[in-house]
Structures are given as C-alpha cells and as structure tokens.
C-alpha cells in the first residue's frame, strides 16, 4: 500500500458527499459525533480477557483496504463525526497505518476535531514521532500491570519493556498519554493503586474498566469480574477522592485524587448505565457498523462501499443505522458458566 494519493482523496469526497451531508442523529435524538474505527481485528497480544490463545483471523480480503478505510471516515466527517478513534485489535500492527492517519490528518481543523487511537503500545517507540507528524495529540495505552510476569501471563507475550518504551516515546513526541486498565480480580486488584500511582507521577490520566463479557475466551470472565464500586471503595481507604465534573461526552466518570495530583476515570458499563447521552458508532475492519458495543444490531457498510452506487448505498446503510440504534445495552455478567452475551470479541469491534 503507498501513501493514500490525491485521486484517491477526491474520489472519497465525491462519493461520499453526492448523498445527504445532513447531521447523523438517531430514532432517541442523539446526534452522532464519534466514531471508532476498527482497522484490523490482528494484534500481536492475546489478553485472557480479549481473545483465546489459537484465536482465528479474518482473511485479509475480507479488512477494508486503507483506502476503503479513508472513503469511510471522509464519508463520516462530512456527516458529522467531529472524533475518530482508531482501534483494533492493534491498529499499530496494520502495515502502513500511519499513512490512514496522515491523510485523515489533514482534515484536522476541517470537519475533524480529534483523531486519535487506542494501542497496546507495544509498537508505539518506531510510530510516536509519525502520529505526533499527523496531527494526533492524545494516545490511549492499554496497560492493566506493571509487573513483567504478571503483564506474560495476562496478554500470554512478555512484551512489558516495549511498552513502557512506547509509553516514553509517545511523551517524548509530545503526545498526551492516556493509561486504560480493565480492573480484574485475583489478578491485578491488589496492584491498581501502584498503577495509578505510577501514571500520576508520569503525568498520564488513569481510566479503570470493567471486564465485559464479549467474545469466547476459554475462561468464565466471571471468575474476574471486579466492581468498580469495590475499587473506589478500597481506594478511598487509602486516597482522598473528589468527584471531578469533567465529561469528555463518553461513559466514564472522574474523580481527582488528593494525594497524587492526578485524575482517575472510572467506566462501568456493568453497574452503571451511561447511554441516554451515547453519541457514537463503531465499526469493524470489515466495515460492519455497530451502533451499539452491548448489542447485535448491524449494518454492512463494505457491501454499499463496494457496491456500483457507493453514494446512495452509504446514504442508505447510514440511515438504517440511525433507525436502528438502541437506546441502551443489555449487557449482564452475572451468570456463571453462561455464553459470552455477544459472540464477538472486543477485538473486532474495537474498544
Ligand atoms: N489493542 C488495542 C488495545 O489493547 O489498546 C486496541 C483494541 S482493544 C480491544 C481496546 C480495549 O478493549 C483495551 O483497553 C482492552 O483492555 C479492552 N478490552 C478488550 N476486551 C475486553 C473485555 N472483554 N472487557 C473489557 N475491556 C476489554
Ligand atoms: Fe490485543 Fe488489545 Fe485485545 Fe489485548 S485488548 S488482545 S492488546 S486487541
């Protein structure tokens, strides 16, 4: 894949823009401004809560090409989508990636407000100068341990060193950093403070997720499943913790912490429910648009992208989405032994 070229960036802004520029807002009223954008469902970790350790991949035919990738976003941003998030499985593994971001780079300031992505970070020191070049001003590094072995038996790679070389790099590129940890019991509850207080004094916020239960992966996600509520409580033990009012429009909450300085996100999706102010879609690397993460409610996006009348079947396949997103998720984590709720994994549609 070369760079993406200018004919290239015109024929996007000509097929996607022939259609309805209107703003995306749904059947419940809620416009539309986010989108994550899944653009490969590979990685090269294998966290037990994410995938299995033999986990299938798609055949490459079946991923968006990088220009399939350029065309969707463009299409979103004349439609709205102010934030574009790219995602994975590992983004950072896709080759040639960081020509998607140099050419949805330049329509910062233009329809776009913020693109950014979430990375394990292991290949973060060779890219950080490169997404920093783009026009990417905040990363989201996964990391739910800072001890190495622990880190080899969680994501079954022992890849922690790159990781913190990847953290350092992307501060050094001048990036903001932000830490992602899913809280998990019997395996790192006993170390989130030590990972909270660690991002604090590197400067870098925390945000705390509950496991979900997307995707098989020969465990019961039960066994692991720790309440946020439990954490803030054992915290608070410890901290002074003070809710802070600040929202960035997604589910988290926040609050500060006295003794660190620094700020903790907290995202419940289990114990709380955060979808009456819901403003984005996700979509795979195959194109299939989900409106929601907690449900099965789908849209083909690759079969109007590839099909003779692109403009009109994106119109189309936009609307449907629209009419079909759900007003809240279902997710529930509380049977034991029971199948994951949705098939898929986190992996594919993107965190
Ligand atoms: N590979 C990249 C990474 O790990 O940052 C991006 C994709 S990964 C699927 C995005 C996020 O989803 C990660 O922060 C990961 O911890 C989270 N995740 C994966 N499976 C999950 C699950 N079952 N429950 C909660 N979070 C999950
Ligand atoms: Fe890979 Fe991210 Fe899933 Fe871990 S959470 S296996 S890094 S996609």
Not at 44 to 63: G, I, N
Request: hydrophobic share 40%; with cysteine; net charge neutral.
């Amino acid at each position: 894949m070369t760079e993406i070229s200018a004919s290239n960036r015109a024929r996007a802004r000509d097929i996607l823009t022939l259609g309805s520029p209107a703003p995306l807002v749904d059947a419940f009223q809620r416009r539309i401004t986010y989108l994550r954008l899944s653009v490969t469902d590979r990685c090269d970790l294998r966290c037990s809560y994410c995938m299995p350790e033999q986990m299938k991949f798609l055949p490459r035919r079946e991923v968006l090409t990088l220009e399939e990738l350029y065309q969707l976003s463009i299409g979103f941003i004349e439609r709205g989508v102010t934030k574009l998030r790219i995602t994975g499985g590992e983004p950072l593994v896709r080759r040639d990636i960081i020509d998607l971001f140099s050419a949805l780079g330049k329509r910062i300031g233009s329809g776009l407000e913020e693109l950014t992505l979430t990375t394990n970070a292991t290949q973060l020191a060779r890219h950080a100068e490169g997404l920093a070049k783009a026009g990417v001003k905040r990363v989201n590094v996964s990391l739910d341990t800072l001890d190495r072995a622990r880190f080899a038996q969680l994501t079954r790679r022992d890849a922690l060193p790159q990781v913190l070389e990847g953290i350092a790099a992307a501060k050094e590129a001048g990036l903001k950093v932000k830490l992602n940890a899913v809280a998990l019991k019997g395996i790192n509850e006993g170390e989130l403070p030590d990972l909270i207080a660690w991002a604090h004094g590197e400067g870098h916020d925390v945000t705390l997720i509950e496991v979900m239960p997307l995707g098989d992966v020969e465990e019961d996600r039960i066994d692991h499943y720790l309440p946020l509520t439990d954490v803030r409580a054992e915290l608070e033990r410890r901290w002074t913790l003070t809710d802070n009012s600040h929202s960035t429009g997604g589910p988290a909450c926040y609050v500060d912490i006295a003794e660190t300085g620094g700020r903790l996100g907290l995202i419940t999706p289990l114990t709380n429910n955060f979808c009456a102010g819901c403003n984005r879609l996700r979509v795979t690397a195959t194109g299939q648009l989900y409106p929601c993460l907690g449900g099965g409610e789908r849209v083909d996006l690759r079969a109007a992208l590839r099909s003779d009348d692109p403009a009109s079947n994106l119109e189309l396949a936009l609307s449907e989405a629209m009419a079909i997103k759900p007003e809240k998720h279902h997710f529930r984590i509380d049977t034991r032994g029971a199948e994951p709720h949705l098939a898929r994994h986190m992996s594919m549609t993107g965190g």
